[in-house]
């Protein structure tokens, strides 16, 4: 904000009261004084005449600012885009205002405290003459669960016994100290995460386990979960402003940097959120295209992600300011050019037209392979399922392979083939894909479209289960809805329940009655002897019809029903 110039509501000031209220600008205060006798007796008389509270913001060397004005209960303390506040530092302002009728610090102020992590927080109350009665005083207060702030003993409004300089060193070493802590444990970004929902509670748990599962995938250190149930959904912030304001304050308490939501944020409610906290939001979508960029290695699996992180962020593109420069302009332009937001929009759509031709060569050279393996009489199995169902544990398994596995949500991302031998002298391909999840992003289904139709080129899927999930039957139905969605129903399709090892007898009964199937220990050779052979009776029909050049166009009632 330009010196000199007023924030809030003058509008009915006398010309001469807002003179007045500008030359407060000229005041300077030594870097450790909260106030001087003077400035207390010119901003208090000047606040009561014009029945409205007057603010001060300060930097360390004593300059005043911002001038603030208010009406006759609070201040608006207006954006801070050149003070910014650091991990481990606080904002560099600390704020004076008046308060005309003797109260002490509002719940107002101490939320504006810790949220914009002000140095300082002081009222001049004043009685009802406008003579300075105290100043009350407040700080953040580093390392204290559950409390955010201290409001320290009144304050003599001539005199005040506090050194600001040196109680913000104190309390940034504090910070400071507190944050290198976190740093050097390497555990990444400390983050909570926030369902808001209208779905029954068990579910909402069930949805909080899962999104705790993909932050640790991700490397966040999740210190905090937050469940809110509510009738309907803000649409603007989907919880109350003032409910997120205190999640805010305790994510500042617990040294957190990151909020992630588990519903999915459209651009508006991203933006909203975000200039309310000030803290960085991300929503369940963006979570996992992070993890995807993580663990991408292959060019195409690279550039699935980028393309699908292009398509989540092309709506998300905003202005930083209104007095963004324009550029690129010239001789036939429009009118004085692009916005250098219309140039990263432009941009964005030409690197998607690109990365999508490429995609479409990967799609061009699949179906080339498909029609050789066809000649060559080879069926292909694709291995499907819920993401950290075991399907690459499978896949080492029945292959004798060594792809990289983890006990984490999408420890696999590049899709994996490998040649499997039965014992009656049958040859197959066994190809491993992506895991699914309940409401797959739409940018990550069209990005990776590529990949998924490696599973039309299948003559029989596995869908992999993790029986010992309770909530295997739910993520079972999710990764058929996806099949369906794909439109793969028509492939022959043999269910895999996984991890019997983890279940009772009893138990086990259960979900093969329930969920059908064969029940597997992918990690256990022996364990696989009837899936294989389940495997053989349904692929030796399929190789001999291939070896005969008929390609298979409908699957079997028999397998389906699995």
């Known amino acids: 904000m330009p010196m000199g110039r007023l924030s809030g509501n003058i509008t009915g000031l006398k010309p001469n009261q807002v003179r007045r209220i500008g030359a407060l600008y000229r005041r300077r205060l030594a870097p450790e004084t909260l106030c001087t006798p003077e400035l207390a007796n010119e901003l208090g008389p000047l606040s009561a005449e014009i029945h409205r509270q007057l603010g001060l913001l300060v930097d360390r060397r004593g300059r005043i600012v911002t001038v603030m004005v208010g009406d006759a209960q609070q201040i608006v303390i207006p954006e801070l885009e050149d003070f910014r506040a650091a991990p481990g530092r606080l904002r560099g302002l ?91 444990d390497g555990s990444g970004e400390r983050a909570v995460l926030v369902s808001v929902t209208t ?12 999104l705790r599962q993909l932050a640790h995938s991700c490397g966040l250190t999740v210190v905090s979960e937050v469940i809110q149930q509510r009738r309907k959904i803000d649409p603007s912030l989907l919880l109350g402003k003032g409910k997120l304001q ?27 959120i975000a200039d309310a906290i000030e803290m960085k939001v991300i929503d369940r979508t963006q ?34 300011n209104r007095a963004m420069s324009r550029l690129a302009g010239g001789i036939g332009g429009r009118g ?28 061009s050279r ?9 000649r060559k009489a080879v069926p292909v199995i694709s291995l499907v399922g819920y993401t950290n169902a075991g399907k690459s544990t499978l896949l080492n398994t029945l292959t004798h392979s ?58 029989l899927l596995l869908h992999v289960i993790d029986a010992s999930d309770p909530e295997c039957q739910a993520r079972a139905a999710a990764v058929d809805a996806i099949i369906e969605d794909l439109e793969l129903q028509e492939i022959p399709l043999l269910r895999v329940l996984n991890k019997q090892d983890r279940l009772d007898a009893e138990t086990l009964a259960q979900r ?21 052979e389940r495997m053989q009776t349904i692929l030796e029909p399929l190789a001999r019809r291939l070896a005969a050049g008929v390609t298979p166009k409908t699957s079997s009632p028999e397998v389906k029903a699995e």
């Open 199 to 210: 779905a029954p509670r068990r579910q909402a748990v069930t949805a909080m386990d899962e």
């Open 336 to 363: 004085p050019g692009e916005t250098q937001l219309e140039i990263d929009r432009r941009r964005a759509r030409e690197r998607i037209g690109r990365i999508e031709a490429s995609l479409e060569q990967v799609r």
């Open 94 to 184: 600390r704020c004076l205002h008046t308060h005309l009728k003797g109260e002490a610090l509002t719940r107002d102020d101490l939320t504006d405290l810790d949220l914009l992590r002000l140095d300082l927080m002081a009222a001049l109350s004043l009685d009802e003459n406008g003579q300075p009665v105290a100043i009350h005083v407040a700080h953040v207060l580093p390392g204290h669960q559950g409390v955010s702030h201290q409001v320290l003993p009144p304050l003599s409004p001539y005199h005040p016994d506090i050194d600001c300089l040196e109680l913000v060193r104190s309390l940034e070493a504090e910070l400071g100290r507190l944050d290198r802590g976190h740093r050097a």
């Open 246 to 272: 205190e999640l805010a304050i305790e994510a500042l308490q617990r040294s957190a940097t990151l909020l992630v939501f588990d519903q999915e944020l459209n651009p508006s409610q991203s933006r909203a």
């Open 366 to 374: 699949r179906r080339q392979q498909k029609a050789l393996r066809q």
């Open 402 to 459: 060594r792809v990289p596995t983890a006990d984490r949500l999408f420890a696999t991302l590049d899709p994996s083939s490998r040649r499997l031998r039965f014992p009656r002298d049958l040859e197959v391909i066994l190809t491993d894909t992506v895991g699914f999840i309940r409401d797959l992003p739409r940018e990550l289904r069209a990005a990776f479209q590529a990949t998924l139709e490696e599973l039309a080129l299948a003559d």
């Open 287 to 320: 979570l996992i295209l992070d993890i995807f960029a993580q663990r991408a290695q292959s060019r195409e699996g690279k550039l699935q992600v980028e393309l699908a992180q292009l398509r989540y962020r092309l709506p998300r593109l905003v202005g930083k």
């Open 512 to 532: 093969v009655n329930t969920l059908g199937g064969v029940p597997v220990c992918a990690r256990d050779a022996a364990s696989l002897t009837p899936l294989l």
